[in-house]
């Protein structure tokens, strides 16, 4: 991150950049939908959109975090794993789905602090696992808000997991 930009118009730079790599990724998901149409296989057209709106469940789940700064930052995290092709599942704690507890709780440097931390995570799993071939790891992400933002990061092999970070975000008066 640059001295001179803030975190929102790095966010909204990347939210562009990630607008399109759903966009082309969407487009391309619709020409082999319309490929098992047109040979008349809407069976494996149906099988296909199944597993497709699957992979979409984690961005559905970060478009409801109502604070706009945590949202974007999460979705971008979650984009870019799957860029990776890393699948992502996402857990978010069902109070930190209104706005009141961000209301209550959100501070400016949160933003800051959960981007850095989401920008390592990427940097290490990339660093550390992207050239694993067809054996690709799980990434579980959690979000809990309990005592404050408590962001849980878990990469598993099989029923092992083989990395972790943890970021906590403490409420302070």
């Not at 971008?76 to 799957?82: C, E, K, P, T």
Request: proline residues 2%; negative net charge.
């Amino acid at each position: 991150m640059h001295d001179d930009e803030s975190l929102d118009h790095i966010l909204l730079k990347e939210q562009l950049e990630y607008y399109r790599l759903l966009r082309h990724d969407f487009l391309n998901h619709n020409q082999v939908v319309m490929g098992y149409l047109q040979l008349g296989k809407a069976d494996k057209a149906l099988k296909y959109l199944r597993v497709m709106v699957g992979d979409f469940e984690a961005e559905q789940i970060a478009a409801q975090i109502p604070q706009e700064t945590i949202s974007a930052i999460i979705l971008g995290l979650i984009v870019s794993l799957r860029k990776e092709q890393f699948p992502v599942e996402f857990y978010l704690d069902e109070q930190m789905k209104t706005t009141q507890y961000w209301e209550e709780f959100w501070r400016e440097e949160y933003g800051q602090a959960l981007y850095g931390y989401t920008k390592e995570c990427i940097r290490k799993l990339c660093g550390e696992y992207c050239n694993e071939g067809p054996e690709r790891s799980d990434v579980f992400l959690y979000l809990d808000g309990d005592k404050g933002v408590f962001c849980y990061l878990k990469v598993m092999q099989g029923e092992q997991t083989v990395w972790e970070n943890r970021l906590a975000l403490w409420k302070t008066e």
